[in-house]
């Protein structure tokens, strides 16, 4: 486990079904509302985390954090709103991700983040650990091949075994702890979640 780095998939919300407020007479009520109860604002993150690695003298080498990326993508608007004009970038939640989407996330993200940050006085040989969801299908192309062997790296992926919940590191509470901090923000768009997830 020492090269193993988790990765898995998490839906955040915009915000909470319910909330509780204690105001003083003086401050404002933060009620926000939405357009409908069944279909809430949310984005899927893909988040990388691994072991913090460390030197033979004790020194860190890496503290673990590879990322967490969205799935989004840029459209432009196609009518104008009293928000803003028509054909105007706007950022937008994939709400299927698929095994297509997953192989997109894997190779122009989670690779090349692994690849920039991985310490270079270590071994290359990376073990990717992930569930065994139905989207997560490792892809035997040789493009997707190649970014794993690319810069002298091995890169496998594997399945965690199943029903065993208490080898995904993220689910056991990373993913939870994360959430908390964005909920403590209020934010009103996709950037907006986006951003907040980044940075909790």
Same mark, same amino acid.
């Given at each position: 486990m020492q090269y193993a780095i988790h990765i898995d998939e998490k839906w955040f919300y915009l915000n909470l079904d319910k909330r509780r407020?204690? *105001? *003083? /007479?003086?401050e404002e009520d933060?009620?926000?509302? &939405?357009?409908?109860r069944r279909f809430k604002l949310k984005a899927m993150f893909m988040a990388i985390i691994g072991k913090p690695l460390c030197g033979r003298n004790g020194k860190l080498l890496h503290d673990g954090k590879y990322g967490i990326f969205p799935f989004t993508q840029q459209e432009r608007e196609k009518k104008s709103s009293k928000n803003r004009a028509a054909g105007t970038l706007v950022t937008k939640a994939l709400q299927? $991700?698929?095994?297509d989407a997953i192989r997109h996330m894997l190779l122009n993200k989670v690779i090349p983040e692994i690849v920039l940050k991985w310490p270079k006085s270590l071994p290359k040989n990376v073990v990717i650990q992930w569930d065994n969801a139905r989207p997560h299908q490792i892809p035997r192309d040789e493009e997707f091949i190649s970014a794993t062997q690319a810069h002298r790296f091995n890169i496998q992926f594997v399945f965690q075994p199943a029903q065993s919940p208490d080898l995904n590191v993220l689910d056991l509470g990373l993913f939870r702890s994360i959430q908390s *901090? &964005?909920? &403590?923000?209020? /934010?009103k768009k $996709?950037?907006?979640l986006v951003k907040k997830v980044i940075e909790s």
């Amino acid at each position: 486990m020492q090269y193993a780095i988790h990765i898995d998939e998490k839906w955040f919300y915009l915000n909470l079904d319910k909330r509780r407020f204690y *105001l *003083l /007479p003086s401050e404002e009520d933060p009620y926000m509302a &939405q357009q409908s109860r069944r279909f809430k604002l949310k984005a899927m993150f893909m988040a990388i985390i691994g072991k913090p690695l460390c030197g033979r003298n004790g020194k860190l080498l890496h503290d673990g954090k590879y990322g967490i990326f969205p799935f989004t993508q840029q459209e432009r608007e196609k009518k104008s709103s009293k928000n803003r004009a028509a054909g105007t970038l706007v950022t937008k939640a994939l709400q299927n $991700v698929n095994r297509d989407a997953i192989r997109h996330m894997l190779l122009n993200k989670v690779i090349p983040e692994i690849v920039l940050k991985w310490p270079k006085s270590l071994p290359k040989n990376v073990v990717i650990q992930w569930d065994n969801a139905r989207p997560h299908q490792i892809p035997r192309d040789e493009e997707f091949i190649s970014a794993t062997q690319a810069h002298r790296f091995n890169i496998q992926f594997v399945f965690q075994p199943a029903q065993s919940p208490d080898l995904n590191v993220l689910d056991l509470g990373l993913f939870r702890s994360i959430q908390s *901090l &964005q909920y &403590q923000s209020f /934010p009103k768009k $996709v950037d907006e979640l986006v951003k907040k997830v980044i940075e909790s």
